[in-house]
C-alpha cells in the first residue's frame, strides 16, 4: 500500500552499463536514473529485474535518461510508465508483453522503436506528444484493448502494421499539418 511507511524502501537496486542506476521499491515503483542511455536486453533474463518484473507496478524513467533500452520492459508486470522529457529513443520491444494501460510519449522522444508497445492488451491509452517524428513497425502491434490515438502533426513516419490487430481501434487522426 501507498500508505505503508515502508512504501519508499528499496527491495532490489543495481547498475547498468553506461552508468546508470536502478531501484525497485516496496511499493513496486522502478525507477532508473543517472544520464545516458540505457542499454539494450536481447532476453528477459538479461534485464537486471527480471527476478522482480511480477513485483513492478510502475516505471519511472528520470530526466537525464536519453534512450530506453530495446527490451528493456519486455514482459513486465507495470502498470504503468512515466518517460521524461530527455528520452529521445523507445528501443525496440522496449514494453512488449507488458501489462501498461496508459502512455504518454513526451515531445522529447523523436522515434517509437519497433514493437516497442506489441502486444500490451491492457494498453488503452497513448498520448503522443508534438515533437516525435517517427512510429516505427509494429509498434503497437496487438494492443487489443487501444480504441483510438491521435499523432501530432511533426510524425512524419508511421511504418507498416505499427497498430495491426488492434481490434477495438476505431479512431485514429492525423493532426493538421503533418507529414
Known sequence: SPDDPEADTSIASGTLAGGLAWN???????????????????????????????QIQKIVIG?????????????????????????AV?????????????????????????????TCPNLSSVTVSEGVETIEQNAFQSCAGLTSITLPASIGEVGAAAFF????????????GSK
Open 165 to 176: 490487430q488492434c481490434q477495438k481501434l476505431t479512431s485514429a487522426t492525423f493532426a493538421a
Open 63 to 87: 530526466d537525464g535518461v536519453t534512450n530506453i533500452g530495446s527490451g528493456a520492459f519486455w514482459n513486465c508486470g507495470a502498470l504503468s510508465v512515466e518517460i521524461a522529457s530527455s528520452v
Open 90 to 118: 523507445i528501443g525496440n520491444s522496449a514494453f512488449r508483453d507488458s501489462k501498461i494501460i496508459s502512455a504518454t510519449i513526451p515531445s522529447g522522444v523523436k522515434t517509437i522503436g519497433d514493437s516497442a508497445f506489441r
Open 24 to 54: 525497485l521499491t516496496k511499493s513496486g515503483t522502478l525507477t532508473i536514473s543517472g544520464k545516458g542511455a540505457m542499454p539494450d536486453f536481447s532476453s528477459v533474463e538479461e534485464q537486471p529485474w527480471s527476478d522482480n518484473n511480477s
